[in-house]
């Protein structure tokens, strides 16, 4: 073989190396770009540019979109515009935490079942089977009922990550499984490695394709489920997230009175965030499988 | 007429148009009705490429971007492999070439009976009545040593050793002109290996069809084939009757391949085996592709390929230093 | 025997039984009383099929087996691997290079880390000018040069002889006292395999390592190795020097494997079929059959069922070990009689 070795990955190289050659993962990717754009500035520029606010009481109650109110107002007279960006912020982070969570749980527990076998696996194979079988929204449901608003939505985050993370757990275990007898964690143990160095650093970076396809599925579901259990009542209804603005504008007949421009909003920008991610699945391979990161040729994947 | 297949310049690319790789480059070799053809190579060579370009088997990336091979069956017209349309490579296919692969003692359908995957193929190509195909699949199985009660076994009941005798047998069923093994005994132990060999000689005196044997061991080769070619980088560098070229080797790269393998009798001596390593097809050199590797090599060799040329009879070697070579044993 | 150094590994009547799942009480019989010396400085052969128990006593010789039966012993002294320090000295000291280029180094990692890790494992490295100039010597004697190249390349880059080039730098980067080999030729290019094989035999001289090498080729054995212990269903049939077993080989297995073995020099040339037919034999000579199962053993000597000159007795009565000469032995009852044919020493076709 006479390639040249691939370049390290620096500050400079990476941008180039990191972008998926994949057409639709590039357009996932820069769906998600522009919530996270819209997350981190969105509220600075709708509030403090625009002069809008998600909260304050105007006077003009369900207005259509307009000039003033881009996105019309709500029954309360409150600005669509400003509680979706805000709420953008609010939803996107409650779902990463939440996918967080979930995901370094089932790490864990896949990885470590996985990898020692035995009285362990047994043992993790065990609780896993447990929460698989409790039913995952009632749960939800009724722990989020409890703390009925304490520690604000990322006490809702905590408890979907702490319910959700079984199902992922499954597929590393397999994972790990079958990497476990492959020739060079053989060899990292014939060497004299740890159990644990060998367990982060030769076995876990073989994980990452299969991690980082839950992690977008668990990104999604996250916030599905914040957004659903928002709109139930039984998050914090003190904030704004999309979930809330569902919620009220359920509440208040948003429907019945033909107010669209509250409740679609907050709809798409659920749905085309879920289909983001979709696509961004597509092109994770790249990222992790360093075989594939040169290929940036036409036609090449 | 006694040519079975004829290939002229056949051609392979893999890759995309803007860097082709040229996996097999302007290969071209006849074999006759009955013949043995062992075709030697190593990674690289492009001796798959080439059988799978010629029982069509190839997916993109690669294509075939020259050449011909045409097959002269027993019966019927003659068949234009590379570009046969659906229907006359359905006609072809088993009939009149069947194939071996690697794990051929995996081939087998592990959830359908073995005297049923007999039958499914015969009736698949021929009208022909259940207990008719059944009577030939028996009469195939015990070609091959294995007693007929076995057509009502599964895959699985069977030892390694005659699941792969069966695949042959499978291969033979519709007693084809052609018979391609691509690596069938590499997977395999060196006594199953002979038992392997043997049989398909045997079947072959007796079914008389032509046999394709692809594998990187040469010294294997002497034992079944008539004639060998061996490939290097793409290119066919050597060809001829396989004692010959195995007494007296012409080219650099036959030779080092031949004294690749230890001697099993005879006096023991330090042995060297081929320095550098396998070609890589997207760094070919312009001229011979051994070049790099090639203990004679002078700078003509590295400016244009070596054709194939003849040195006595019945021998063709890629060398512009055939010459000077030969008769060194 | 008397001017021989002391082994440095050893087997001693080594057992290995695998459980088989489902099944109440069963058990695979990989391996039967097996022993072996590895001393320094010379190679042994493992010559057998798979299923023969060739990578069951490699394993175990590695410690990434626990023997059923039997003990393994390092320099005299019972050998184990239980908990990370005994692990870890005992990687120091024995170190295994496995069979597949490509999956034996992991494809996230560069060469550069792959052979960082042993030497920060256990060579006490001083800083990095230390280890870049070891790391750099590593490579020059296992002949990557230059070093620099391989250094940042990936596993998929190289080519397999090149990545079997980087399992050996790291085996030897310990610098163990013995290096087992598990058919670590076979998935290489036979152009390259002899390279290869030249390259361990000048680092075996170098270093005075004890090697193992398994291999299913007997040829090979034959060209690499001083003794050769032929394996058959778990048990080593014959031991001897790789001469006599490969000129003079005395147990019917050994015999089978050989005439097995394509061997150019010894068949007639020839272009044409008209010799070959004569070659051939019409009979249905291919029942030589197939290696046991190994979780039913066949009673007596475990060849039995395959040996054309088994008699009565070799079904109940397991084969005495019997001493050919001094350095030689194989187990078989025919060596115990005085009928010359069966110590016949040049190889026989087997006939049926």
Known sequence: MTTAPVARLTWRTAPRRLIPANGKARVGLAIIAVYVLVAAVGPWIVQSLMGLSPTELTGAVLQPPSGEHPLGTTQDGTDVLAQLVVGTR??????????????VLSVAVG??????????????????????????????????????????????????????????????????????????????????????????????????????????????????????????????????????????????????????????????????????????????????????????????? | ??????????????????????????????????????????????????????????????????????????????????????????????????????????????????????????????????????????????LVGIPAARLDSYPHELSGGMRQRATIALALVCDPDLLVMDEPTTAVDVVMQRQILRQVIRLQRELGFAVVFITHDLSLLLEIADRI????????????????????????????????????????????????????????????????????????????????????????????????????? | MTDEPAPVLEAVDVTVHYPVHRARGEVVHALENASLRLRPGRTVALVGESGSGKSTFARTLALAQEPTGGSVLLNGEPATARGRRARRAYARRVQMVLQDPFGSLNPLHRVRYLLERPLRL?????????????????????????????????????????????????????RPDVLLGDELVSMLDVSIRLEILNLLAALRDEEHLAMLYITHDIAGARYFADEIAVMYAGEIVEYGTAEDVTQSPAHPYTRLLLDSTPDPDRMEFLAGRTHRDEDAPDVTEDDYGEPPDLVHPPSGCRFHPRCPLARASCRTDPPPHVQVTDRHWARCVLLTEPDDTSRDTTPAELTP
Not at chain 1, 259 to 280: E, H, Q, R
């Open chain 3, 122 to 174: 256990h060579g006490s490295v001083t800083g990095r000018e230390d280890l870049e100039q070891r790391l750099r010597a590593l490579l020059e004697r296992v002949r990557l040069t230059p070093p620099e190249r391989f250094l940042d390349a990936f596993p998929h880059q190289l080519s397999g002889g090149q990545r079997q080039r980087v399992a050996i730098a790291r085996a030897l980067a310990v």
């Open chain 2, 1 to 142: 007429m006694n040519l079975l297949l004829d290939v002229k310049d056949l051609s392979v690319d893999y890759g995309t148009e803007a860097e082709p790789l040229p996996a097999v480059s302007q290969v071209s070799l006849e074999l006759r009705r009955g013949e043995i053809l062992g075709i030697a190579g190593e990674s690289g060579s492009g001796k798959t490429t080439l059988i799978n370009a010629l029982l069509r088997l190839l997916r993109p990336p690669a294509v075939v971007r020259s050449g011909s091979a045409t097959l002269h069956p027993r019966s019927g017209e003659p068949v234009d492999l590379l570009h046969a349309d659906a229907r006359q490579l359905r006609r072809t296919r088993w009939e009149h070439t069947a194939v071996v692969f690697q794990s051929a003692m995996n081939a087998l359908n592990p959830v359908a009976r073995i005297g049923a995957q007999f039958t499914d193929v015969l009736r698949a190509h021929r009208r022909v009545p259940r207990s008719q195909a059944r009577e030939r699949a028996a009469h195939m199985l015990e």
């Open chain 1, 111 to 301: 990885l470590i079942g996985g990898y020692y076998g035995g009285l362990a696996d047994s043992v993790l194979g065990a609780l896993t089977n447990v929460f698989l079988v409790l039913p995952g929204l009632p749960l939800v449901i009724i722990l989020a009922g409890y703390l009925r608003g304490r520690g604000g939505p990322f006490a809702v985050a905590l408890v979907i990550g702490l319910t959700g993370w079984a199902w992922g757990a499954r597929s590393k275990r397999v994972q790990t499984l079958s990497l476990r007898n492959r020739d060079f964690v053989v060899g990292a143990r014939l060497l004299g490695e740890s159990n644990l160095r060998i367990m982060l650093v030769e076995v876990l970076p073989n994980l990452l394709p299969v991690i980082s396809a839950t992690l977008m599925l668990s990104l999604v579901t996250s916030i599905l489920a914040v957004s659903g259990l928002d709109f139930l009542g039984i998050g914090d209804i003190n904030t704004v997230s999309w979930g809330t603005m569902l919620y009220f504008a359920q509440q208040r007949q948003a429907m019945v009175s033909g107010a669209w421009w509250w409740f679609v909003p907050p709809g798409i920008a659920i749905t085309v965030l879920g289909a983001a991610a979709g696509l961004v699945n597509f092109g994770i391979d790249e990222l992790t499988n360093p075989r594939l990161r040169g290929a940036r040729r036409k036609g090449a994947r």
């Open chain 2, 229 to 329: 070619a061996v490939m290097y980088g793409g290119r066919i560098v050597e060809s001829g009757p396989a004692g010959d070229l195995y007494r007296d080797p012409r080219h650099p790269y036959t030779r080092g391949l031949r004294d690749s393998f230890p001697p099993l009798r005879g006096p023991m001596r330090r042995l060297h085996g081929i320095p550098g390593n396998p070609p890589d097809l997207r760094g070919l050199p312009p001229g011979c592709p051994f070049e790099p590797r090639c203990p004679h090599a002078t700078p003509e060799c590295a400016a244009t390929v070596p054709a194939l040329a003849e040195h006595g009879t019945d021998r063709v070697v890629a060398c512009i230093h055939a010459d000077d070579l030969g008769g060194r044993g």
């Open chain 1, 90 to 103: 609010t939803s996107l982070l409650v779902g990463v935490v939440a996918a967080a969570v979930s995901t």
